[in-house]
């Protein structure tokens, strides 16, 4: 291990299920030391769960406040716009060689509108300068642009996430593809490697940040992509499966294997 230093770039929960609540947790049940930088801040309005960014000039300072920092490894969340994006693509060139994880959160991902078209294709500028990129099935659809209703479809755009640049890919499906069993697909640019567990009841509000979280702490402590991805995919399940209304539940998981 290179150090125990590990950085979340991500928003805040304000349930805590997920965002930077779930990173440090994984991180701590890790050994590791974490540290964020906060991308944003969320709350419950009358107009339903609403994201406000962080003002640029503030989340630069931030940026700037760890630039002597050496980081173990990196994890990037909720990015809310294409300007916070830009700086923190230009922090991560800055640090070659460190793993980073890329969780490219979409919010209103469910509908195609002309910011989430202008934030996809500044996350795909990210793409050379990560480890790995773990999007869900619908954020895997914008990225790639195509549907995805099969396996196969999965697969493809698998491909085509990694000829645009991403190292490696994990496509979350959890069951949208089927009912009983959740299925994630992982490429490496030379391999499929297709993961499945069994469809849980429970809360999974924050588990995507942790899925990305425990990779990325897997990565600092010197385990290979693969195992460090099937690791996490078991750590989630149980997170999953000890959830309350929030969202996972990192330490019981942790206490459960």
Excluded: W
Excluded at 32 to 55: D, I, K, Q, Y
Excluded at 97 to 111: A, H, N, R
């Amino acid at each position: 291990m290179k150090n125990n230093r590990i950085l979340a770039l991500s928003g805040n929960d304000i349930f805590s299920g997920g965002g930077l609540a779930a990173d440090l947790a994984t991180y701590t049940l890790n050994g590791l030391h974490g540290f964020v930088a906060v991308t944003c801040l969320t709350a419950l309005t009358e107009n339903g769960f609403e994201v406000f960014s962080t003002e640029d000039t503030i989340f630069q300072q931030e940026l700037d406040s760890l630039a002597k920092v050496e980081f173990g490894g990196i994890k990037i969340g909720l990015l809310p716009t294409v300007s916070v994006a830009e700086k923190a693509l230009n922090f991560i060139k800055s640090r070659p060689g460190v793993p980073v994880v890329l969780d490219p959160v979409l919010v209103c991902k469910e509908t195609h509108d002309v910011a989430v078209s202008e934030l996809c294709q500044e996350l795909i500028r990210f793409f050379p300068y990560i480890s790995i990129l773990t999007p869900n099935l619908p954020e895997a659809e914008l990225l790639a642009d195509q549907k995805i209703e099969t396996l196969e479809d999965m697969k493809q755009a698998a491909q085509k996430l990694h000829s645009l640049g991403a190292p490696a890919v994990v496509i979350k499906g959890g069951n949208r593809l089927s009912q009983d069993k959740a299925l994630d697909v992982f490429y490496d640019g030379k391999n499929f490697t297709v993961l499945e567990n069994p469809v849980i009841e429970g809360q999974n509000a924050g588990a995507g940040c942790t899925f990305a979280s425990s990779i990325a702490s897997q990565l600092v402590k010197g385990e290979e992509l693969l195992p460090a991805v099937e690791s996490s995919k078991a750590f989630v399940y149980r997170a999953i499966a000890q959830a309350d209304q929030y969202g996972v539940r990192q330490y019981e998981a942790n206490q459960n294997k």
